[in-house]
C-alpha cells in the first residue's frame, strides 16, 4: 500500500478554465475527503464521501466545485471557471470506519493549484 | 468564535529543551483529538491522536487532553532541528476533522 496517490502535484491555470484533480486513497479505508489549504492557514473542509456517497458538502462551497466517487474507489474534484482566489493546495484524506476506535486521517501529498 | 484555536507562533526552542503546543476547542462534545505535524510545502502528518482525558505519551512526543477545560496540548521533548515545522491540532467531529491554524515552531541549534 502506497497511501494516499494525488494527481498532479502542481497546476497552474489561466482564470476561468476547468480544473480536475484526482485522488487514491488507500484501498481499505471507506472515507474520503477533500480540504483546501491556503497559505498560513489550517486544512479547511469541502467535502466527504463514504464509499460512493457524497454524505457532506462545506456551505463554504462554491457551486463551481464538484467531486465523484463514482466506484467508491477513486475521487474527482473539479473546479471550473477557476478565480484566482481558488489558488491553494487541494489535499485528499483517506481514513477507514469499521467500529470501535476513531482511525486518523491519512492525507496525500496534495495538489497545489495557482490561477494566473 | 474559531472551533479550534492555536498561537501562530513561532514558537523558538533551543535544541534539547522541551516545545509545548497549546490548543483549545469550542464544541463540548468533541470526543477525538489529533496532531499533525506539517513541513513547509508538504501535507499534513499525524504524529499522535488522543480520545481520552489525561496523557498520551509516544516516543518524545506527549499529547494531554483535558475535555472539562476544552484543550489539548502536545510536548516534543528533547527538540530536534528536524521538529521544526507547524504542528496542527484538529477535532473530529460530525465525522470530519476541523483544524486549527497551527503553531510554528523552530527548533534553534
Known amino acids: 500500500d502506497t497511501g494516499v496517490s494525488q494527481n498532479p502535484r502542481h497546476k497552474i491555470t489561466k482564470r476561468g478554465q476547468n480544473v480536475t484533480f484526482r485522488c487514491d486513497p488507500i484501498?481499505?479505508?471507506?472515507?474520503l475527503y477533500w480540504y483546501r489549504q491556503t497559505l498560513g492557514q489550517g486544512p479547511e473542509f469541502l467535502t466527504y464521501?463514504?464509499?460512493?456517497?457524497?454524505?457532506?458538502k462545506s456551505r463554504l462551497l462554491s457551486d463551481r466545485f464538484s467531486a465523484e466517487r463514482p466506484k467508491g474507489s477513486f475521487s474527482t474534484l473539479e473546479i471550473q471557471r477557476t478565480e484566482q482566489g481558488d489558488s491553494a493546495m487541494y489535499l485528499c484524506?483517506?481514513?477507514?470506519?469499521?467500529?470501535?476506535?476513531?482511525?486518523?486521517?491519512?492525507f496525500g501529498s496534495g495538489t497545489r493549484l495557482t490561477v494566473v | 468564535q474559531k472551533e479550534v484555536e492555536q498561537n501562530s507562533g513561532p514558537l523558538s526552542v533551543p535544541e534539547g529543551a522541551i516545545a509545548s503546543l497549546n490548543c483549545t476547542y469550542s464544541?463540548?462534545?468533541?470526543?477525538?483529538f489529533f496532531w499533525y505535524r506539517q513541513y513547509s510545502g508538504k501535507s499534513p502528518e499525524l504524529i499522535m491522536s488522543?480520545?481520552?482525558?489525561g496523557d498520551k505519551e509516544d516516543g518524545r512526543f506527549t499529547a494531554q487532553l483535558n475535555k472539562a477545560s476544552q484543550y489539548v496540548s502536545l510536548l516534543i521533548r528533547d527538540s530536534q532541528p528536524s521538529d521544526s515545522a507547524t504542528y496542527l491540532c484538529a477535532r473530529e467531529g460530525g465525522n470530519k476533522l476541523t483544524f486549527g491554524g497551527g503553531t510554528r515552531v523552530l527548533v534553534k541549534p
Open positions: 464544541d463540548r462534545g468533541s470526543q477525538s
Open positions: 484501498s481499505e479505508h471507506n472515507r
Open positions: 484524506a483517506s481514513t477507514s470506519r469499521a467500529g470501535g476506535a476513531p482511525y486518523g486521517y491519512t
Open positions: 488522543i480520545y481520552s482525558n
Open positions: 464521501f463514504q464509499n460512493e456517497a457524497q454524505l457532506e
